[in-house]
């Protein structure tokens, strides 16, 4: 346990030291960047080896300079049992590594890798290529229309949020009945919308039959035990330009894949968690009302926020986004879009390096 947190630590420690030569996030995975109009990748194998490289007696007393002894029984003394106290363990983590200002996109890493390298950072990454040669990357609106058209969603949002709230403090919405038929008809303008389907967002809903997953689904190949017993069902997010989802946090760690359009995301680390005055419900921001223009709160009202470190990019047809559960998340459609999500079970993988129980937790769920 001790050569472990010392390993760890030093690798941040290090990498701090070293951020603007390698670039890279925790000294863990890859950071691409563009110099001169040419895209430049320091390779997953250089981060491996710089991870392996590491002096231990050296970490050691590092960790011993920053107090790690100290935090880490703090951190390790919540009880896991709760939801809310899970939470705060990913969020106090969080707070051991570094700001970053971007996501980057890199190749499909192999499994072991990112279970070694990616998913116990904790921090966001996006993947260019996990879908090329899947089902997946042959989905176009046509093909969805023929095969899937005849699907009703009943529950479909219709416009943006309101001003009006609930008595939990939710934001008020309409829903509508559509088939996918005609969302697809209105969204690629095919057709001008009728009333009542202006602003239609079809949210976590099933499009692939339950019977179909295994062969139309490409799951996340980086945990080589049942899909079923890893990953939740996969659910589907299809809306017109300028629909959105406020700011919220999951409760697990996601993959988002965005099969079809764009959307852009605007992302605040756990760091960032009490600085953003979310409800007592947990369920929204005090001061959030449109992602649309994504206004900043009345700093008078709201002070903390101008602590934050929002980070906004678009995720583009054929990308995979990995986001590690507590980033509060904004999503907006740009174009016409259909997203895909899966999220893992078990507890957050930032926490596995850092509690026994959760890693075989995680082991006994997806291996």
Same mark, same amino acid.
């Given at each position: 346990? @001790?050569?472990?947190?010392?390993?760890?630590?030093?690798?941040? $420690?290090? #990498?701090?030291? =070293?951020?603007?030569?390698?670039?890279?996030?925790?000294? %863990?995975? #890859?950071?691409?960047?563009?110099?001169?109009? +040419?895209?430049?990748?320091? #390779?997953?194998?250089?981060?491996?080896? +710089?991870? *392996?490289d590491y002096d231990e007696t050296k970490a050691?007393?590092?960790s011993k300079r920053l107090g790690l002894q100290v935090e880490l029984q703090k951190i390790l003394s919540v009880n896991q049992s709760s939801s809310r106290a899970a939470f705060e363990t990913v969020v106090a983590l969080s707070s051991l590594l570094p700001r970053i200002r971007d996501v980057p996109r890199i190749k499909t890493p192999t499994p072991e890798a990112f279970r070694s390298y990616i998913a116990p950072v904790g921090l966001p990454v996006i993947f260019t290529d996990m879908l090329v040669g899947t089902?997946?990357?042959?989905?176009?609106?046509?093909? =969805? @229309?023929? @095969?899937?058209?005849? %699907?009703?969603?009943?529950?479909?949002? %219709?416009?943006?949020?309101?001003?009006?709230?609930?008595?939990?403090?939710? %934001? +008020? !919405?309409?829903?509508?009945?559509v088939s996918l038929a005609d969302f697809i008809d209105v969204a690629t303008g095919k057709r001008k919308p009728k009333k009542g389907e202006?602003?239609?967002?079809?949210t976590k809903q099933r499009i692939i039959p339950k019977e179909a997953l295994d062969e139309?689904?490409?799951?996340?190949?980086?945990?080589?035990?049942?899909?079923?017993?890893?990953?939740?069902?996969?659910?589907?997010? !299809?809306?017109?330009?300028?629909?959105?989802?406020?700011?919220? !946090?999951?409760?697990?760690?996601?993959?988002a894949y965005q099969i079809l359009g764009d959307k852009r995301w605007t992302i605040f680390s756990p760091q960032d968690y009490e600085n953003l005055?979310?409800?007592?419900?947990?369920?929204?921001?005090?001061?959030?009302? $449109?992602? *649309?223009?994504?206004?900043?709160?009345?700093l008078e009202k709201y002070p903390l926020y101008a602590k934050t470190n929002p980070i906004s990019f678009v995720v583009h047809s054929g990308e995979v986004l990995y986001l590690p559960r507590g980033w509060t998340h904004f999503i907006e459609n740009v174009s016409p879009s259909l997203m895909i999500n899966t999220w893992r079970y078990g507890p957050a993988? !930032?926490?596995e390096l850092w509690s026994d129980f959760n890693k075989a937790e995680i082991r006994r769920r997806c291996f």
């Open positions: 346990m @001790r050569r472990r947190f010392a390993t760890i630590f030093f690798a941040l $420690a290090f #990498t701090l030291a =070293l951020w603007p030569m390698l670039g890279l996030f925790a000294g %863990q995975y #890859t950071i691409l960047r563009k110099r001169d109009s +040419v895209e430049r990748s320091d #390779t997953l194998d250089l981060n491996l080896k +710089v991870f *392996s050691e007393d590092s089902r997946l990357a042959d989905w176009n609106w046509d093909m =969805l @229309r023929a @095969r899937y058209g005849h %699907q009703v969603f009943h529950n479909t949002r %219709q416009g943006n949020y309101s001003t009006k709230k609930t008595s939990y403090g939710k %934001q +008020v !919405i309409g829903r509508t009945s202006e602003g239609l967002y079809i139309e689904f490409h799951y996340p190949p980086f945990y080589p035990g049942s899909h079923k017993q890893c990953y939740l069902e996969p659910t589907a997010w !299809i809306g017109v330009p300028g629909t959105f989802t406020q700011g919220h !946090i999951d409760s697990k760690d996601n993959f005055y979310y409800t007592k419900t947990k369920g929204s921001l005090e001061w959030s009302s $449109a992602l *649309s223009s994504l206004e900043k709160p009345d993988a !930032i926490t």
